[in-house]
């Protein structure tokens, strides 16, 4: 346990990517519409997540290259390398910017559970001092280029948002019976099926894909690096999947369908149990919000710098440039409180296309002796991959239903 502690690498900080407040969000609207019959469908995404992130782990510490930059590389063909990398800033770099907004405002949204709202009036505008504050937190951190302090404060981070819903799951004292029923004995239906798919979704993320490889080799040089890898990716996104299913386990115990986030879900409980609940899900909110306020920014960093041949330094003038955009115009977009819907749209659409080229791709290049050598996938690695790629198509599916409304399903 000690040697894995030394050896914790980029693992929590994907954890930490994949738990924001979207993923609060849809896991306790799933408990509240579903009880713990749709927990088997967290288990299929946490096998999914380890499945992937093992593979873009491993690609990057053979390769010592970003995601990205393997991608510029490999596909020869001039305009299908030209068509994927403009589907990879689109979805990554714009759809984060979208999204960075809801980063914040899910850590924003915490704060103001425990100490109320605060505005401070600049020009005519009301700022929420809580967006700013999240965006400076961020902005300080990522700064320093300091892989090593980022890794600390998200490993804190993520501890303290898996305590918080732990503790909240617990006092609502489930039946055991039943969640090991909910995750033992699959549950499909009509009614459930958008769920499923969204439980699936805000767990098996594409930029977690670009943001493992890379951080990997800050973390690694070797291929007697890779156990360490695969016990680092595999204990934090079971850590992260348990997170979501105690905010699930939480949600469930609600008697009301008037709940919409996690805000909604404490003072559903604080009848109950009291104000110790609404204090753990705010905490646990505050974090999920502000690590992928960080991480969301970092990973389109990262992919911009992959995609245009730029050099891959955390301490680069133009990789400040990109997350920096990013983070300025969450804490805009949030404190302001305007929502760029046409932009969110668009980000949705093109990570619903890009998750199936993406695992398509990886599991395509996982199998180049000339980039993996030895560590190519095995037949079984391949096996679960293409499960996992019928998985993610069905997905990019449903996410263009969603936003186009074809009612597909």
């Not at 030394?6 to 954890?15: F, R, S, T």
């Not at 991608?71 to 299908?80: D, M, N, Q, W, Y």
């Not at 115009?329 to 819907?341: D, T």
């Not at 949705?348 to 296309?353: A, D, F, M, Y």
Request: aromatic residues 10%.
């Amino acid at each position: 346990m000690k040697n894995w502690f030394k050896n914790i690498g980029p693992g929590p900080l994907v954890a930490a990517a994949f738990i924001g407040p979207g993923t609060v969000t849809v896991c306790t609207l799933s408990g509240v519409a579903f009880g713990f019959s749709l927990l088997w469908a967290m288990v299929l995404s946490i096998l999914a997540t380890i499945v992937l992130q093992e593979m873009s782990a491993r690609l990057g510490i053979i390769s010592q290259k970003g995601l990205s930059e393997i991608i510029r590389t490999e596909i020869k063909h001039p305009v299908l390398k030209v068509l994927a990398l403009i589907l990879i800033l689109s979805a990554i770099v714009i759809g984060n910017a979208a999204y960075e907004a809801g980063n914040i405002s899910g850590g924003v949204l915490g704060l103001e559970a425990i100490v109320g709202q605060y505005n401070l009036n600049v020009s005519g505008f009301s700022l929420n001092v809580f967006s700013v504050l999240i965006g400076a937190i961020a902005f300080s951190l990522l700064y320093t280029g300091n892989y090593k302090i980022l890794e600390r404060v998200l490993i804190a981070l993520v501890t303290l948002m898996s305590l918080a819903f732990l503790f909240t799951a617990i006092i609502t004292k489930p039946n055991l019976s039943d969640i090991f029923k909910g995750v033992f004995l699959p549950q499909l239906s009509k009614e459930n099926l958008l769920t499923v798919i969204a439980l699936i979704g805000t767990t098996v993320v594409p930029y977690n894909l670009f943001l493992h490889a890379s951080l990997v080799k800050e973390k690694w040089k070797t291929p007697t690096d890779l156990k360490y890898a695969r016990k680092d990716t595999i204990i934090a996104v079971v850590l992260g999947g348990m997170v979501s299913m105690c905010i699930m386990i939480s949600a469930a115990s609600i008697q009301t369908s008037e709940v919409h986030n996690a805000v909604d879900l404490a003072k559903g409980l604080e009848p109950l149990f009291g104000s110790f609940a609404k204090y753990f899900l705010a905490i646990g909110l505050f974090a999920a919000g502000i690590t992928s306020a960080i991480t969301a920014p970092l990973a389109a960093a990262f992919v911009m710098s992959g995609c245009l041949g730029w050099k891959d330094d955390m301490h680069t003038f133009k990789f400040k440039s990109v997350w920096g955009s990013i983070i300025i115009l969450g804490v805009l977009f949030s404190s302001l409180g305007i929502k760029p819907i046409e932009i969110i749209k668009f980000a949705q659409v093109t990570n619903g296309i890009l998750l199936p080229v993406i695992a398509g791709f990886l599991i395509w290049i996982m199998n180049k002796s000339s980039v993996l050598g030895i560590h190519k996938n095995t037949i079984r690695q391949n096996i679960f991959g293409g499960i996992i790629l019928i998985i993610s198509i069905l997905l990019s599916i449903a996410t263009l239903n969603k936003v186009f409304q074809l009612n597909l399903f």
